[in-house]
């Protein structure tokens, strides 16, 4: 059993950055690939980004390449995701997911957050 919990949501003007961080329960955090999804309002939920349970893979969705950045730390049990150059439509519910070693453009992970709120605003 995994349970998320994210941080670091909130307000920011467009150009801006926030980082989220996802902290993470149980024993065996380094065999879950890492994900973060995301979902604005009448949309459908979309994967943003994820890395590998190995640490060796990295995916992230075009709309957000250049500007967003995975990251993970094992030891401490916890994945981030650095955003960059924030636009007005990467305002969403953004959660963290794990999936058991699952591959980085999982779809259905095993496990997820609770999601924090990021607004961008123009």
């Known amino acids: 059993q995994v349970q998320l919990v994210e941080s670091g949501g909130g307000l920011v003007q467009a150009g801006g950055s926030l980082r989220l961080s996802c902290a993470a329960s149980?024993?065996?955090?380094?065999?879950?690939?890492m994900a973060w999804f995301r979902q604005a309002p009448g949309k459908e939920r979309e994967l943003v980004a994820a890395?590998?349970?190995?640490?060796?893979?990295?995916y992230y969705a075009d709309s957000v390449k250049g500007r967003f950045i995975i990251s993970r730390d094992n030891a401490k049990k916890s994945a981030s995701l650095q955003m960059n150059s924030l636009k007005p439509e990467d305002t969403a519910v953004y959660y963290c997911?794990?999936?058991?070693?699952?591959?980085?453009?999982?779809?259905?992970?095993?496990?997820w957050g609770q999601g924090t709120q990021v607004t961008v605003s123009s």
């Open positions: 997911a794990a999936a058991y070693r699952g591959v980085v453009t999982t779809t259905e992970p095993h496990y």
């Open positions: 149980g024993r065996t955090f380094s065999s879950y690939t």
């Open positions: 890395m590998s349970w190995t640490g060796g893979r990295t």
